[in-house]
């Protein structure tokens, strides 16, 4: 068989044998295809699966477990399950999503009395949970103000680079995270946003920022609106935690509630990934508020017009899950009962491990463990401590030291902070 | 403000039509003979079983849950095919077909940039929109003839034949979209010839598996033709027609390759595009199809509900073609109604005309010519040809 390089089309190897021929292995194209680098987030979802050690933990992925490590599927939504239950229509949604879920959905981040909501100044459409919102955004962003950047915080989660990315959206960053202090670096912020160009594109975490868990106070939030008035930047917010970080999606809120005060126009991508715990539903919003309702008819437009090639249409069962929540006062009721609950639980399990750390003696400072708010704390642990963690004690997490604490439990939060004390006990 | 789209806006306009005649041939969804949408007995049993499971709600790996993609893989090249036996196929669960195609011709600008993929004149208005916002250069090769209704066998090769070497070639898997019509198995082994002496890829959107002939795999044997020649293609997957699994976005893209090894290194690449995009896929519609596909006695369930579904079909397009025949007398051939298969029918109309078919009998199609015989009753099967008649004779 006679192979021949094909020139100009790097890596393909023609091998001409009788056409037509079975198994006569003709074009293979794809031989240039790199393995791509694993996740790093749900890289070690994989990795703590394949792990057989007993002891092991699970403090990598961002997903709500109960104290005995299990997921937990809410009471709230289980029973919206059944009512739903043998839905005599399963025909594709419209392209905006369902029109129900979306308008409960904006009611939770904007407020019930709205009154964006009210002049129908919203433009809004279901989406595949946060990153769908924030993808679509993206498109949109570079679709409408192709001109424009991104400015991220340092860090983030780290899938927002790759969706600007993928958006061609060219990315800037902004300091966020204070590594002494475990906090927020408030005064580089601010100096970020003075010397960023007039106009820019800015994305913030509106609560429970991930992976740091460092949020602003709300003085800090008022300055920084204040600030991206005098500027003329845009305000995206990723809120992908409404309910998590204190336990009140009202409080929860506080941040976009101020921007809107201002008269910001904001965009928002909200999530029911954690929340209502329907991660693998995929079901969120993305929300961009506009100067009046026809500019709001606009802007939904383009929105549709831009998922149409992704996906046509999104998912209905989660959106009806949500939408019968939410739609049902005692439902709703539930859910904030059980939305607080989680939280709690993971307040509970940040007191803990600060303790435990403090018991044994450590040298280093852990307040920030209860002072970080939200699914996540960023220990200040290094790359190494953390494989270390990995090999000596089957404990899995992120490499840039993020805890996922809705991995905590009371039954492994010693273990766990004993061997966080082991391997930063020498400083 | 962006335009209706084309085919989703058919159906909103036809919502807000308040005529007792009124007619939606727009979208491509199946309804029972009392036009009502159908949901699957099969997957009302599978649904029920899922809730007593009471499953959680994980997040899916990237790549979608692995009993699916084993599923779909299978069931479209045959458990025992090489393909499959040798673990040469990526699989990856995506957002029904649209998603499917969309991560392919992701992965497609990212590996082949500057490659082509050559589109069917005409095709499903939403392919043109996804190579765009994909990035992807695409042209056209003849399809429809108008003079017969029929194939244009001899543009669609020619054209194939005149791509540079190496483009990539979307095909219709079976009950092609627009148009009904599909290659005979003589053609398809031509168009498999001239593929592959053009050392073009092939890429076939699948949306209809099942839902054309009412055989699984009868409309499967065009992949499995290629496959069986040992070529490397790409097939997208859909599930929103022949499981009536609209809403739950479920499909898959399959990537054929020539080793096992070169399917893990795209398989990873695929799960690298979508990550951006949605993180991972949503879980509903694949629990419902790997209990579905997997399980033996819903597995025959299915087949057989899928057989109803394409014998109504079939049986609307005889009675449609009857009502033409009978109310035409110019002696026009009307048989493309008959030969046609799938969904679709390419009627022959032009824009104006199908617009008189909206306005004066408020018939709603796709100004194309498309209607979808799944919104047709065998009641309103007179009322249609009368319509058809009076755009195509009187309406230029």
Redesign the interface.
């Known amino acids: 068989m006679a192979q021949l390089l094909?020139s100009g089309?790097s890596g393909?190897v023609?091998c001409s044998g009788a056409?037509?021929?079975?198994?006569?292995?003709?074009?293979?194209?794809?031989?240039?295809?790199?393995?791509?680098?694993k996740?790093p987030i749900?890289g070690v979802t994989?990795a703590f699966l394949a792990d057989p050690s007993p002891n092991k933990v699970n403090v990598g992925?961002g997903?709500y477990r109960d104290d005995n490590g299990k997921?937990?599927?809410l009471e709230c939504?289980?029973e919206a399950?059944?009512r739903i239950?043998?839905?005599?229509?399963?025909?594709?949604?419209?392209?905006g999503g369902s029109v129900n879920m979306v308008e409960e959905t904006l009611k939770l981040a904007y407020g019930e009395n709205s009154d964006l909501l009210k002049d129908k100044r919203i433009a809004a459409v279901q989406a595949?949970?946060g990153?769908?919102a924030c993808?679509l955004f993206a498109?949109f962003q570079k679709r409408f103000s192709p001109d424009s950047q991104i400015y991220i915080p340092v860090p983030t989660w780290a899938?927002h680079h790759?969706?600007w990315?993928?958006?061609h959206v060219p990315q800037r960053t902004f300091h966020y995270y204070h590594p002494q202090s475990r906090g927020l670096d408030f005064a580089s912020m601010m100096d970020d946003i003075k010397n960023a160009p007039n106009g820019s594109f800015f994305l913030l975490h509106a609560c429970a920022h991930n992976p740091t868990g460092v949020d602003p106070s709300e003085e800090q939030w008022r300055e920084i609106s204040h600030q991206f008035k005098v500027k003329g930047h845009f305000a995206f917010f990723d809120m992908a935690y409404q309910g998590f970080a204190s336990g009140d999606p009202e409080r929860d809120a506080k941040s976009i509630r101020i921007f809107l005060e201002d008269g910001h126009l904001i965009g928002c991508a909200q999530s029911y990934?954690k929340n209502m715990?329907?991660?693998?539903?995929?079901v969120g919003c993305l929300s961009v508020v506009c100067e009046d309702e026809k500019q709001a008819?606009?802007v939904k437009?383009?929105l549709?017009?831009?998922a149409?090639?992704?996906?046509?249409?999104?998912?209905?069962?989660?959106a009806l899950i949500v939408s019968t929540i939410l739609g049902d006062p005692d439902l709703k009721k539930l859910w904030l009962k059980e939305v607080k609950g989680m939280a709690d639980r993971i307040i509970g399990m940040r007191t803990a491990l600060r303790e435990n750390l403090e018991k044994l003696g450590s040298p280093l400072s852990w307040e920030h463990v209860t002072k970080q708010i939200g699914m996540f704390c960023y220990s200040g642990m290094t790359p190494e401590q953390v494989d270390r963690l990995t090999k000596e004690y089957h404990i899995y997490m992120t490499r840039n030291g993020r805890i996922s604490m809705a991995g905590v439990t009371t039954g492994n939060v010693g273990y766990l902070a004993n061997a966080i004390h082991e391997v930063t006990k020498s400083g | 403000?962006?335009p209706p789209?084309p085919i989703?806006g058919v159906s909103?306009a036809f919502r807000a039509d308040t005529h007792e005649m009124k007619l939606n041939l727009g979208?491509g969804?199946y309804r029972t003979e009392d036009l009502q949408?159908y949901?699957l007995n099969v997957?009302?049993k599978a649904?029920?079983l899922m809730?007593e499971r009471?499953e959680?709600?994980?997040?899916?790996?990237?790549e979608g849950l692995a009993a699916f993609n084993k599923v779909t893989a299978e069931l479209l090249l045959g458990a025992q095919n090489?393909v499959i036996q040798q673990q040469r196929v990526a699989t990856v669960q995506g957002?029904?077909g649209?998603?499917s195609l969309?991560l392919a011709a992701?992965l497609i600008e990212r590996?082949?940039s500057g490659s082509k993929v050559l589109i069917s004149s005409p095709t499903w208005g939403?392919h043109k929109?996804?190579f765009?916002?994909?990035r992807v250069p695409w042209s056209e090769y003849r399809y429809y003839d108008p003079r017969t209704v029929g194939l244009d066998f001899h543009g669609m090769i020619s054209d194939i034949k005149a791509a540079p070497e190496?483009s990539f070639v979307l095909l219709h898997g079976c009950a092609h979209n627009p148009t009904g019509i599909d290659p005979t198995p003589e053609q398809w082994?031509s168009i498999?010839?001239v593929i592959?002496?053009k050392?073009h890829?092939p890429f076939f959107d699948v949306a209809y598996q099942g839902f054309a002939s009412g055989s699984l795999d009868t409309d499967a044997s065009s992949v499995r033709l290629f496959a069986?020649?040992?070529?490397?293609f790409l097939v997208a997957q859909s599930y929103?027609k022949n499981l009536?699994?609209?809403?739950?976005?479920i499909g898959a893209i399959n990537?054929v390759?020539?080793?096992s090894d070169?399917a893990?290194?795209?398989k990873?690449?695929l799960?690298?595009?979508a990550?951006?995009?949605?993180?991972?896929?949503?879980?509903?519609?694949a629990r419902i199809v790997a209990n579905v596909v997997g399980n033996p006695e819903l597995f025959n369930d299915w087949k057989e509900e899928m057989e109803l579904m394409a014998g109504r079909i079939k049986s609307v397009r005889k009675k449609l073609y009857d009502s033409l025949s009978a109310k035409d007398n110019s002696g026009k051939d009307w048989s493309f109604v008959l030969k046609q298969i799938g969904m679709f029918s390419f009627t022959g109309l032009n824009d104006a005309q199908s617009e008189n078919m909206t306005n004066k009998w408020h018939v709603y199609m796709t100004k194309d010519g498309r209607i979808s015989l799944a919104g047709l009753s065998s009641a309103k099967c007179e009322y249609l040809a009368d319509a058809i008649i009076d755009s195509y004779y009187n309406i230029s």
């Open positions: 094909r089309c393909r023609l056409v037509g021929a079975a198994r006569s292995m003709s074009t293979a194209w794809w031989r240039h295809v790199e393995p791509a680098a996740d749900l994989e992925v997903a997921p937990v599927v939504v289980r399950e059944r239950a043998g839905n005599l229509n399963m025909e594709y949604l419209p392209m595949l949970s990153t769908g993808r498109d899938n790759n969706i990315r993928d958006a990934a715990g329907l991660y693998g539903q995929r008819v606009a437009s383009q549709q017009q831009l149409r090639p992704m996906y046509s249409n999104p998912p209905v069962h989660g | 403000m962006a789209d989703l909103e979208v969804a949408p949901v997957v009302k649904e029920n809730l009471g959680n709600k994980e997040y899916l790996p990237i090489d957002l029904s649209t998603g969309r992701a590996y082949f939403n929109n996804i765009n916002d994909a190496g082994e498999a010839d592959q002496e050392n890829i069986a020649r040992g070529m490397e929103s009536g699994l609209y809403a739950e976005r990537v390759c020539s080793s070169i893990k290194r795209v990873s690449q799960k690298r595009l990550r951006p995009m949605y993180s991972n896929p949503p879980i509903h519609g």
